[in-house]
């Protein structure tokens, strides 16, 4: 007699735990880029649900303007030894105090652009884990050959929690624009934004412009 069988629907597990080369995959980044995104606890595990959340995090494409973005790390205490914050990198796990004066300075930059921007999103691995709204240039520390930094004046304006979650997102910002502004930016993607240092800066697409 023949075995009587009976077909079930697959369904996707979500139990499901990805390799650190699965989420680079799925996620188009490399190895490093995910233990970074580990390490700041922005991506909580590598829960396959957790990884295609970031997977379809939209990507911020600039029509006008210009969106300078600080591309940062997992919160760490500052390497040089006149830095007097507490942490430079970011972290779920900071306050919005320390976010912010881990986010606010000392960076090469050009101080117009960031100003004039009024916003700074704060990226770990090319996603968005908070934004600083900037009200001006706060000071300009010049070190040896003729390297200089710069601070600003800044409020935080929003926070993400986990990346994986939209309910974790706070947008903290008074004014209407910024706010807008803020919640669409938080946990969206930001990775074409290129430059040589930490501050990179997203510049409008033609292409984009021109649809718009």
């Given at each position: 007699?023949?075995?009587?069988?009976?077909?079930?629907?697959?369904?996707?597990?979500?139990?499901?735990?990805?390799?650190?080369s699965?989420?680079?995959n799925?996620?188009?980044?490399?190895?490093?880029?995910?233990?970074?995104?580990?390490?700041?606890?922005?991506?909580?595990?590598?829960?396959?649900?957790?990884?295609?959340?970031?997977?379809?995090?939209?990507?911020?494409s600039?029509?006008?303007?210009?969106?300078?973005v600080?591309?940062?790390?997992?919160?760490?205490?500052?390497?040089?030894?006149?830095?007097?914050?507490?942490?430079?990198?970011?972290?779920?796990?900071?306050?919005?105090?320390?976010?912010?004066?881990a986010?606010r300075?000392?960076w090469?930059?050009?101080?117009?652009?960031?100003?004039?921007?009024?916003?700074?999103?704060?990226?770990?691995?090319?996603?968005?884990?908070?934004?600083?709204?900037?009200?001006?240039?706060?000071?300009?520390?010049?070190?040896?050959?003729?390297?200089?930094?710069?601070s600003?004046?800044?409020?935080?304006?929003?926070?993400?929690?986990?990346?994986?979650?939209?309910?974790?997102?706070?947008?903290?910002?008074?004014?209407?624009?910024?706010?807008?502004?803020?919640?669409?930016?938080?946990?969206?993607?930001?990775?074409?934004?290129?430059?040589?240092?930490?501050?990179?800066?997203?510049?409008?697409?033609?292409?984009?412009?021109?649809?718009?």
């Open positions: 007699m023949l075995p009587s069988i009976e077909l079930v629907e697959s369904e996707d597990s979500t139990d499901e735990v990805l390799t650190r699965q989420a680079a799925a996620l188009g980044v490399s190895p490093n880029t995910v233990t970074k995104l580990l390490d700041s606890k922005f991506l909580r595990d590598l829960q396959a649900t957790r990884v295609l959340a970031l997977a379809r995090a939209p990507h911020v600039v029509v006008e303007g210009i969106l300078p600080l591309r940062t790390a997992a919160a760490a205490p500052p390497a040089h030894q006149d830095d007097d914050r507490d942490f430079i990198g970011d972290s779920p796990d900071l306050t919005d105090e320390q976010f912010c004066e986010s300075r000392w090469r930059c050009e101080p117009e652009a960031i100003v004039r921007a009024g916003v700074l999103p704060v990226a770990v691995g090319g996603w968005v884990t908070g934004v600083l709204a900037v009200h001006g240039r706060d000071d300009t520390w010049h070190l040896g050959h003729g390297e200089v930094r710069h600003f004046a800044a409020t935080v304006a929003g926070r993400v929690g986990a990346l994986d979650s939209s309910e974790t997102f706070r947008v903290l910002a008074t004014d209407r624009a910024v706010a807008d502004l803020t919640r669409r930016l938080l946990g969206a993607r930001v990775h074409t934004a290129v430059s040589g240092g930490p501050i990179a800066y997203l510049k409008a697409d033609p292409a984009v412009r021109e649809n718009a």
